[in-house]
């Protein structure tokens, strides 16, 4: 044990910043030698919640808070278990207070991931039948924790202009993919371990609340979100809770859109009831088939967002089916599907059989290529019949300097400034070679002449 309170005196004087993160971390070799007085202190007997106790100690001083996952390895291969009391909670708790929760240990055919021994899973801490019954200082479980940091954003938080150099999506720029992954794998094991999604916290609010605020939270911000084409990472946390509270019983909260943005009939339906209560009490009765409610959990038949509501499709992506040329036509699911759209205010369509058309255009629409990495591009500027709408097109070009997808293909670079002055300099400099290619050419013939006309002056001279 002297070993190891050596260790840690010493670690004091390691502690560094992260260039890339700005988080305090150990440097040099001080994890290893933790390791190896850790694994002396066990061997001598000491108890292992003990020596968990003392590296807790040590690593409080760094931003992250967390134990590394080998050394956590080493203690629960010599007996440490979830519960086992540190600092007010439990390991578990502990565990789940650090930015990055455990990994999952996927397994299966297609799965190449083998198990690391030195690695803490998610599934290990489980497997260990944890107490669902301790409480963390708010008075809730493991499994309200869970749930409140990962719609808080606590796990896997932002790195403010960091998030597209290191690998994720444009369409995620908050880095919700990885937390709404996270909950769908740990929301069913931790229900299938006894946690109970309707135990109440100390301020009574249950898991099951929890869930159907944040879907709420995350509705209203992809409605800001979609247009810059940025609401995919948002739209997966939502299908993550929707998941989460269809395992518990429950549906999460309808988001209809507005009545602006909804289909003609709604709209239709919403001014009607604010002009007279008679209409707003006809407006309370069940939904007709065609209005909004009457497909708020209409679900995506088919693709790569199978079982998605439709109210929960990026709108990059209802654009990109809009813009596949008789993409709804064939086949009944799709014309189910069309209608669907239709119904929600999706989509809009002036006549059967007319073109289909994206209710909201997302930030392509502006030009930000760096935006785009999936989809087909998507033509906009048409009207409601699938006509070319020239005025349109005139009036995007005047006011916002470039020419927009969807008319006259242009050079990608052709809307730059820095580019249509070289074009401009270059133009210039040809004429400028022009003209003196033509002096050339002219002072040429000049010397033709004269050469001529010497020889014809030598050969009457001969004659």
Not at 129 to 158: C, M, W
Not at 277 to 300: G, I, L, V
Request: aromatic share 8%; proline share 7%; net charge negative.
């Amino acid at each position: 044990m002297d070993a190891l309170l050596s260790a840690c005196k010493r670690a004091n004087d390691y502690v560094t910043t992260d260039p890339l993160t700005g988080d305090e971390v150990f440097g040099g070799d001080v994890e290893k030698e933790l390791y190896t007085a850790s694994e002396a202190a066990l061997a001598s007997g000491c108890s292992p919640a003990k020596v968990l106790g003392k590296l807790a100690d040590v690593y409080s001083l760094t931003s992250d808070n967390c134990i590394p996952e080998k050394l956590v390895a080493l203690l629960l291969r010599h007996g440490l278990h979830p519960d086992t009391p540190i600092r007010s909670t439990c390991y578990l708790i502990y565990r789940l207070h650090a930015k990055c929760p455990p990994p999952f240990m996927y397994t299966g055919p297609k799965t190449t991931q083998a198990y690391n021994p030195n690695k803490v899973y998610f599934e290990d801490l489980i497997d260990l039948g944890p107490n669902p019954e301790i409480r963390t200082s708010s008075g809730g479980t493991a499994l309200h924790f869970v749930v409140s940091k990962a719609l808080k954003k606590q796990y896997y938080p932002d790195l403010p202009g960091r998030m597209v150099l290191m690998g994720v999506s444009p369409r995620d720029l908050y880095g919700d993919d990885g937390r709404a992954q996270f909950l769908q794998e740990a929301f069913p094991l931790m229900l299938e371990a006894g946690y109970s999604p309707t135990a109440t916290d100390a301020a009574g609010h249950t898991v099951i609340q929890l869930l159907k605020e944040g879907y709420n939270d995350y509705s209203r911000r992809v409605d800001c979100l979609k247009h810059f084409d940025a609401d995919e990472g948002h739209l997966r946390m939502q299908v993550a809770i929707r998941t989460a509270l269809e395992l518990c019983g429950e549906q999460a909260p309808a988001h209809i859109p507005s009545p602006s943005k909804a289909s003609p009939a709604a709209a239709t339906s919403a001014a009607a009831a604010a002009r007279s209560p008679k209409a707003a009490a006809a407006t309370a009765a069940p939904p007709s088939p065609a209005t909004p409610e009457a497909f708020q959990d209409a679900r995506m038949p088919f693709g790569k967002h199978s079982g998605w509501r439709l109210t929960e499709l990026p709108a990059s992506y209802i654009e990109w089916m809009c813009s596949v040329d008789d993409f709804f036509d064939g086949s009944p699911r799709k014309q189910v599907l069309l209608e669907e759209l239709l119904g929600l205010g999706l989509v809009r369509q002036a006549r059967p059989g007319g073109r289909v058309v994206a209710t909201t255009q997302t930030g392509r629409k502006r030009r930000l290529d760096w935006l785009d990495w999936g989809y087909d591009d998507c033509v906009w500027g048409y009207d409601p019949q699938g006509e070319l709408d020239e005025a349109e097109v005139e009036e995007e070009w005047d006011e916002e300097g470039f020419e927009p997808e969807g008319s006259v293909p242009l050079d990608p670079d052709e809307d730059d400034e820095e580019y249509l002055e070289k074009e401009g300099d270059a133009e210039e400099e040809d004429a400028e070679e022009g003209d003196d290619d033509e002096e050339e050419e002219e002072e040429e013939g000049d010397n033709d002449d004269a050469d001529e006309g010497g020889q014809e002056e030598t050969e009457g001279g001969e004659e």
